[in-house]
């Protein structure tokens, strides 16, 4: 019997420490510490996990390269370049748990959720030298998803290492 009750607490603890945890719409970065990213020129996308969209693909990628451009890093051949560049997307859609209104069905609000990882690696070794991760709502309509990437990929390669305060 105690152990079926403290299996029973142990599950409890689990749910409501899950259950008490707020999803966080923002950014997130980890760098390599030992790389000089003022010596990175070059890039060469790889492929990744895209979006299903043609047209969002394109944005992603014209938006990223933007961002590398503005770093003074320039595209090149695969194989002659200082690291290589991968995203991968996700969509999900979340329910707003602290929302009063219910539907028809008597069910909460919900919304749809992006994320998307860029990730900037050593060629050959493909060790992880930069890493963004946002996590943000979206709303589907097309121009508005444009202006969503843009912002976001901003915001992820304002964290860049090489970056200076106030310059974009």
């Known amino acids: ?7 029973v607490l142990v599950v409890l603890a689990a749910a409501a420490a899950v259950a008490g945890q ?9 760098v390599d510490k030992q790389t000089d990213f003022a010596r ?11 979006a299903y969209e043609p047209a969002i693909h394109d944005h992603i990628v014209a938006a990223v390269e933007r961002e590398l451009a503005a770093l ?3 595209k090149a051949p695969e194989g002659a370049c200082d690291v290589t560049v991968v995203y991968a997307t996700l969509r999900r859609t979340d329910v707003d ?19 998307l990882v860029v990730l900037i690696r050593e060629p050959s070794t ?3 030298l930069f890493r963004a991760r946002v ?17 976001r990929v901003a915001q992820m390669f304002a964290r860049y290492p090489t970056r200076r305060a106030g310059t974009r």
């Open 1 to 7: 019997m105690r152990t079926l009750m403290a299996g």
């Open 22 to 30: 707020a999803t966080k719409y923002r950014v997130t970065t980890k």
């Open 40 to 50: 990175l020129k070059t890039y060469a996308w790889e492929p990744g996990w895209q």
């Open 72 to 74: 003074g890093l320039t």
């Open 97 to 115: 748990l602290k929302s009063k209104a219910r539907t028809a069905e008597g069910l909460r609000p919900t919304f749809p959720v992006a994320t």
């Open 126 to 128: 493909h060790k992880e």
């Open 135 to 151: 996590d943000t709502p979206i709303d589907l309509a097309p121009e508005k998803v444009n202006a969503t990437i843009d912002d």
